[in-house]
């Protein structure tokens, strides 16, 4: 058994597999597993593929197809690890990545959120995908917020260190679709935990890159219904938990603008049909009345 399960999903970038494995330090108490999700023959070589020749990564070639969340669910049954850090392949971890880890072996905690910094997948140059979580972290600092608050700011997989017991206890899973398979897991996860803690340690780096997944889901009119899809599961869950601010979901009909009339109505079909269109008026409120003031 080891103290930590690293969980890397990957599809058809092994140049930027092979950046985050470098990221991540042999050690004997770190299991690193790498799922490929049925990347094609034309774009990797499986006899040379990026992990092999490290006897601490695991490398599991799933042939389903099924999506980053499918990849994740699949090293979740693989891991032994007392805590679960969960990455993307086209990221990769901070230079003091292990001793920031080690330092929260010990933690009581069943979550623990980091900072993180963000840059051009490409150039290198600084990017801005960090900033909203940074900025929550620091207010948990300062008292304006709890930790969980934090960490629902920016449901990501990526940042946090989640005791895989509490995990498999729980039954906390990732969503088997194409897009926002993350979400509902980072909320249930934050929602479910005993105790969430913040670190001011940055953990991790996050890339903007064209064509990545995160990038397609601001393209593609079926990846931006699957989303919404994901953010009323949202809301309705949060209806248990005062503390979460819900999305404004009505600002989602004029996100749907840009895909065109069908997708418009489709939106306000699943708004109304779940029964949130009206739902996190008070967030849409806040926004507005912000707005108002610094004008």
Not at 29 to 43: E, G, H, M, T
Not at 236 to 250: L, N
Not at 269 to 278: E, H, Q
Request: hydrophobic fraction near 40%.
């Amino acid at each position: 058994m080891h103290n930590y399960s690293v969980i890397i999903p990957h599809h058809d970038i092994p140049s930027l597999l092979q950046r985050c494995l470098n990221s991540i330090p042999p050690h004997d108490d770190l299991q690193v597993i790498v799922v490929d999700d049925n990347s094609l023959p034309q774009a990797v070589d499986f006899d040379h593929f990026p992990g092999m020749e490290r006897p601490d990564v695991e490398v599991v070639f799933d042939k389903q197809g099924g999506g980053a969340g499918h990849a994740r669910n699949v090293g979740l049954e693989r891991a032994d690890g007392k805590w679960l850090i969960f990455a993307d392949a086209d990221d990769f971890f901070a230079p003091d990545f292990y001793e920031t880890i080690s330092s929260f072996v010990d933690s009581e905690s069943d979550l623990i959120l980091f900072m993180a910094d963000s840059v051009d997948s490409d150039t290198g140059e600084p990017s801005d995908r960090h900033l909203v979580l940074n900025e929550n972290v620091r207010r948990a600092f300062s008292g304006e917020q709890t930790a969980q608050q934090a960490s629902l700011s920016m449901p990501t997989p990526w940042c946090r260190m989640v005791r895989r017991s509490f995990v498999m206890e729980r039954g906390v899973r990732y969503d088997e679709t194409m897009v926002a398979n993350d979400l509902m897991f980072a909320v249930k996860a934050t929602c479910w935990a005993r105790r969430v803690e913040a670190s001011d340690k940055v953990l991790y780096t996050v890339t903007s890159r064209r064509g990545s997944l995160w990038d397609n889901q601001r393209r593609s009119s079926q990846n931006f219904l699957c989303r919404l899809d994901a953010y009323i599961r949202r809301n309705k869950f949060y209806e248990d938990y005062p503390y979460a601010e819900k999305k404004a979901m009505m600002l989602y009909l004029l996100d749907a603008r840009r895909y065109g009339f069908g997708t418009v109505l489709c939106t306000l079909w699943m708004l109304v049909r779940s029964g949130t269109l009206f739902s996190g008026m008070g967030t849409l409120w806040k926004i507005m009345s912000n707005h108002l003031r610094w004008r």
